[in-house]
C-alpha cells in the first residue's frame, strides 16, 4: 500500500522529538480523523538550523513528518516556505489517493512555523495553535471542504469529491 | 520466522477436512443441481447434504429454511431489503441499532433512497441495546427489526432472545446479523426465536464467498437475484457447489468441536487480558466483560494511532486489525467506538485482536513482547503523549 520510501521514513522517523525554547512553533491538526503535527524550529540567520516534529497519526502522517524535516533542514526561510504539501509527497514516491489531503500536512505545521517565528521576532507571537477546520469558508458563501476544497451541498456532511467525512456544525 | 495471525476475523484458513471435502467436489463430475438426470441428482444429493449440516449448526427446524448466498453481505441484504420489499404495503418503517456492520447500515441507507424510514436505538457503554428501546421504537407501520447478534469491533453479544420476544409481540420481522456468531458460539435460531439469520462459512473456517440466510418457515421475502427458482425461489443463480460443500464439511466440524474450541480461545483471551496491564499502561478494554465473543479483544491504547501500530507489529511478522479511521478505506472514525462513548483520538489508538485455533500461548507472549515496544516507540513520537505526561 504504502511505497518504500514511506515505509523507509515510517521505520525510521528522522528529527523526531522536542526543541527546548524553539524559535518557532507550529501545530496543525486533522480534528474529523485525529492525525496531529507538531514541527519545532531554531533558526539561525535567517536559515533552519535544526526541525523536530512529534506526530500522531498513520503510517503517512508519520513518513509525511519525516520527510519534510528533511527538506527543510538547513534551508534558508525563504526556500523553506516554498516547500508544499506537493513536495513532501512527490518526496515519499507518492502516497495513497485517500491519504494525500488527510495525512499530509507537514507543510502547513512548517508554514505555521515559519509564521509563528517571524510573528515573535516583530514581537506579536501567535495565540493558540491553529487546527485544520472542520469545514471552510472562502469562496464567499457556502462550506468547503478542508482537504480538497470541493463547495459541499448543504447538509451533507460527506464530501462529494475525496468521501472524507466533513462537519457542517455552525 | 513463522506469521502470528491474531485477526481471525478478517480471514480464517481453511481446515484440512474442508479442503479435502473441497478438492474432491473440484474432481467430482458433479452436474447442475437443478437438473433432472443422474449428474443433476448426484449434485443435488451433496447440495442438500451441506444445508442438513448448515441446519443442524443452527437448529433450525428443517433445511429447507436454509438458503445459500455469496456470503454474509448477501445474507444481510437479502434478509433485510427482502422483507422490506415484501412487506412494503403493510409500512416502510424500520428498527436497527446504533451499533450495526456496514452490510445492514448500507442496505437501510439504501431503503432510505426509496422512502423507507428508520429508527435506530442506542447502545449502553458496553456496546449492548437495552431491548425495552426496541420496543419503544416499533411503531404501527413498522414492518422489520434488525439486530446484529455479536458485534464485529468489539464482540458485544446482544440481547436477542429478548428481542424476538417484543417482536414476535408485536408482530414485525426480526432479522438477525450473526455474521461472527454462527460456528463460533452455540446458537439456537428456535431458542432465539427469530424470522431471519444471516451467517458466512468463513467465520468456521469454511471458504469464503458462501454464507446462508436462515429464513423461518413463513417469513416471505423477495429476491435480490432474479432469474431461475433455486433455493425455493429466494435466490436465483445455480448454486456455488463446491464452496457449499466445504462449508457444510465446516459446519459438522463447528457443531462438534465447539466447546473446545471455545475453552482454547478463551485461554488465549483471558491471558491476554491479564497480562496486559503489566506490558501497557493507559488503554481501555471495550465491549461487554462477559457478553462477548471468546476469541476477540478490542483495546484502545492512548496517544497513538492503530494503523502505525498494526504496521509495526506487521514488521514482527504479527498479524492484527484495527478500527482507526486511518486503516478505513472511508476514513472515517467507528461509528461503533463513538456509540460506546470513546472520543475521536481514543478511538484511533484501537486494536481488534481475534483468536483462531492455529494460535497459541507462544503467540499471546511474542504479541505482548511486540505490542510493549511498539506503543513505546510511537508514543515517543506522538505529541499527544508528551502533553498528557507535561499536564
Sequence with gaps: MYSKTVMDHFRSPRNVGVIENADGKGEVGNPLCGDMMTIYLKINKDRIDDIKFQTFGCGAAIAVSSMLTELAKGKSLDEAKKITNKDVAEALEGLPKNKLHCSNLGADALQLAIKDYEARKAGKPLEEPVRKELHMHKHGEGCYCPYCDTQLPEGENTCPNCQLSVIQKH | MNIVNLDHLSANPLLPEVQEAMIQAIRANFGNPSSQHKLGDRASEALEKARESVALLINSGSPKEVVFTSGGTESVNLGVKGVAWAKAEKGKHLVTSNVEHNAVLRSLRRLKMMDYKVSSVPVDSHGRVNPSDVAKAIKEDTILVTIMHSNNEIGTIQPIEEIARITRERNVV????????????????????????????????????????????????????????????????TENLIGIIGMGVAAELAARDMTSRIAGMKKLKDRLLRELPNTINEYIVNGHPELSLPHLVSVSIKYIEGESLVLMLDDENIAVSTRSACAAGALQASHVLLSIGRDFADAQGTLVITFGLDNSDEDVTRFLKALKDAVKTLREISPLYAKAAQA
Design chain 2, 174 to 237: 426480526f432479522h438477525v446479523d450473526a455474521v461472527d456468531s454462527v460456528g463460533v458460539v452455540p446458537l439456537d435460531v428456535q431458542k432465539l426465536g427469530v424470522d431471519l439469520l444471516s451467517f458466512a462459512s468463513n467465520s468456521f473456517y469454511g471458504p469464503t464467498g458462501v454464507g446462508g440466510l436462515y429464513v423461518r418457515r413463513g417469513t416471505h421475502i423477495w429476491p435480490l437475484l432474479d432469474g431461475g427458482v433455486q433455493e425455493n425461489n429466494r435466490r436465483a443463480g
